[in-house]
């Protein structure tokens, strides 16, 4: 079995805006191996969403090479994607004019290969294994709060049980009852689905809570990437500010409550 | 032991990871064997899922009631295949089950909830009645906030004549650019054909009278007086008006406007009135633009098909159309304008924040608007029928 989820490799990310050129990403080397769940951290233009972009083929590197699942990203998106790779979109992304169970059935549905009734079936566990309950199925996404859009967006990401899955923000937005709900979701089908993860997140809680493994980008490439012990020891300013301030103190506390089985 | 393997209609798309049942005939009974990976990506597949489906089918007989389950084999189990196998099984395990523990989790999973229900259609008469009776309330829903919107506008232009500083003056030149002047050319070429096709047509049939002069008069009166505006007002509306609601109503949806009321700034006044005052100036002008492209082009093809030189054409045309048709003309556009902007801004705040609802905002904005134009020209026929002809 391939264990390199997704390899990168000397990738360069370049915006024109005008005639100003601004080099995001510079050499960027990443592995993600089976079963991690990997985040990305970096200040704000760091690149984590772009890097993200990238890996589901959605942007082309100018120069480098991204390759997952053993095929290079650019090729992701043919048919039948969404049983290679799911996404969680940081506002979910929910087709506003599908109903819930129509939004998790789409990718399935398109196909038009499997009976209806096998996919309306097979939604609904879906539906059910990211805790919303039956009676959600007929409502629109309008009609639905922010955690229970996450939820349905988990649902359509995972209809497929794609091996790979990756995560913008998961809990951005979310109260803290419910991002801590979301995350203990997220761990469990971590280890029911044998889901390897990719998330790009801000949030210190939901960092320390989920992640087997942290990969820093600054100074326009990934400067660590190691576990999450290991990677608020290195000595670089931004790790310092990031983690050590007094929100990352915060959060840390955590990190020596529960220690990590790494 | 009679090793019996079902016939596959082709052999052609499988490699080890195809779902398929092996069948083995037993003294002990039926033992029906799963192979492959069961998911998703495999089970997609077309001939693999054909092949599967009617596999499961001929198993559906009463001859594999008691069949022992064979799924230790099994390559993958997500849950798409368990959904599958659940469903196959009538929803209940079956009495004989070899099964690891990784596969037989993702079973319970799937066994744990209930199926999907799905609600029988029910066809209800009275809903007929009531839809019509909707449809009536809405439409006097939509004319009141109409009124409504005419009457804030009224207000916020005296609220402009009494402190003419605090007007959007920036905006209201923006949107006379973008309104006016970006439409010169299109509502300029549109006119020219128009004016053209017409003349050709008019030709041909005043020459089997000998009447060729008078195209003078039908062009000038025609387009003039009616169809330079309503060509004019169409276009805009089509242009224009849909912008005019896609922009007002992604406000909405981006919660801009809620912004703007919370900072206190009224949308009437701020987002209505420049609009509506740039199409009551934009809509006249436009409106002679397209007539005199429309004139030049019926001017040409006169002179091209008869003898009506375009000197002639010029010289006759006054006499032909009283000044009044003009008259009319501008003012029949200044409510035309205003009715559209009107229109295009009840529509745009009336958008739900979802794209549908903007989509549907847009293009009842549209039509609505073209339909109000055509009613109310046909009004200014009625009324004016006496002036200028």
């Known amino acids: ?262 | 032991m009679a090793i019996l393997c079902l016939v596959f209609s082709s052999f052609t798309f499988m490699d080890a990871s195809t779902p398929l049942i092996e069948q083995q005939d037993t003294p002990e009974g039926r033992r029906l064997s799963l192979l492959g990976a069961w998911t998703a990506s495999s089970l997609t597949a077309k001939p693999v899922w054909d092949a599967l489906a009617a596999q499961l089918k001929s198993l559906d007989g009463v001859a594999n009631k008691g069949a022992h389950w064979n799924l230790a084999q099994i390559d993958k189990l997500d849950y798409l295949g368990a959904q599958l196998l659940w469903s196959h099984w009538g929803r209940a395990w079956p009495a004989n089950i070899e099964i690891e523990p990784g596969p037989r989790a993702v079973l319970e999973t799937v066994a744990g909830f209930p199926a999907a229900t799905v609600k029988p259609y029910k066809y209800n008469w009275t809903a007929l009645l009531g839809g019509l009776g909707n449809r009536l309330l809405s439409f006097f829903d939509h004319l009141k906030s109409l009124v409504r919107l005419i009457g804030q506008l009224l207000l916020d232009l005296i609220r402009l004549i009494r402190h003419p500083q605090e007007g959007p003056w920036r905006d209201l030149s923006g949107h006379l650019y973008q309104i006016g002047a970006t439409a010169l050319p299109i509502t300029a070429l549109v006119g020219f054909l128009i004016g053209v096709v017409l003349a050709y047509l008019i030709s041909q049939q005043l020459r089997q009278f000998g009447a060729d002069a008078f195209i003078v008069n039908i062009l000038g009166i025609s387009l003039i007086r009616e169809l330079g505006p309503v060509l004019a007002a169409i276009l805009i509306a089509g242009r224009s008006g849909s912008a005019i609601t896609a922009q007002i109503g992604v406000m909405r949806v981006t919660e801009e406007l809620d912004a703007m009321r919370v900072m206190g700034i009224a949308t009437g006044f701020r987002l209505v009135m420049p609009r509506a005052l740039a199409l009551a100036v934009v809509m006249p002008l436009i409106s002679v633009w397209t007539t005199i492209a429309a004139l030049l082009g019926g001017m040409l093809a006169a002179s091209a098909a008869m003898d009506v030189t375009p000197a002639f054409f010029i010289n006759a045309l006054p006499a032909a159309v009283e000044v009044s048709n003009l008259v009319l003309a501008t003012a029949k556009s200044v409510v035309f304008g205003l009715l559209i902007a009107l229109i295009s801004c009840h529509y745009g705040l009336r958008v739900k924040p979802n794209t549908e609802s903007l989509g549907q905002g847009t293009t009842a904005s549209v039509v609505t608007s073209i339909t109000v134009v055509i009613l109310v020209d046909a009004l200014f026929a009625v009324l004016f029928k006496n002036v200028g002809i």
């Open chain 1, 1 to 262: 079995m391939l264990e390199n989820v997704v390899e990168i490799k000397k990738l360069w990310t370049v915006f024109h805006n005008g005639d100003k050129v601004s080099v995001v990403h510079k050499d960027l080397d990443l592995t993600v191996v089976r079963g991690e769940v990997l985040s990305l951290v970096g200040g704000s233009g760091s690149g984590k969403t772009e890097l993200l972009r990238q890996i589901l083929g959605l942007e082309n590197p100018a120069k480098g090479s991204v390759t997952v699942l053993g095929k290079p990203a650019s090729e992701l998106g043919k048919r039948g994607a969404a049983s290679r790779v799911g996404m969680l979109f940081q506002q979910g992304a929910l087709f506003s004019a599908f109903t819930v169970l129509e939004n998790i059935a789409f990718p399935l549905r398109e196909l038009k290969v499997l009976p209806f009734e096998l996919i309306r079936n097979a939604a609904m566990v879906k539906l059910q294994m990211v805790g919303l309950s039956a009676d959600t199925a007929d409502k629109m996404p309008s009609e639905l709060s922010g955690g229970m859009i996450k939820r349905v967006a988990l649902a359509r990401a995972l209809i497929m049980d794609p091996p790979l899955l990756l995560l913008d923000e998961p809990t951005a937005g979310l109260d803290p009852e419910s991002s801590d709900s979301f995350c203990t979701l997220l761990r469990a089908l971590h280890k029911d689905m044998g889901l390897t993860v990719v998330m790009v997140t801000h949030d210190l809680d939901t960092l320390f809570e989920l992640s087997t493994r942290i990969a820093v980008l600054a100074d326009q490439k990934i400067i660590i990437n190691d576990v999450p012990k290991e990677v608020v020891a290195f000595p670089h300013p931004f790790i310092h500010e990031f983690f050590l301030g007094e929100r990352g103190q915060r959060a840390m506390e955590l990190l020596r409550e529960y220690p990590f089985t790494v």
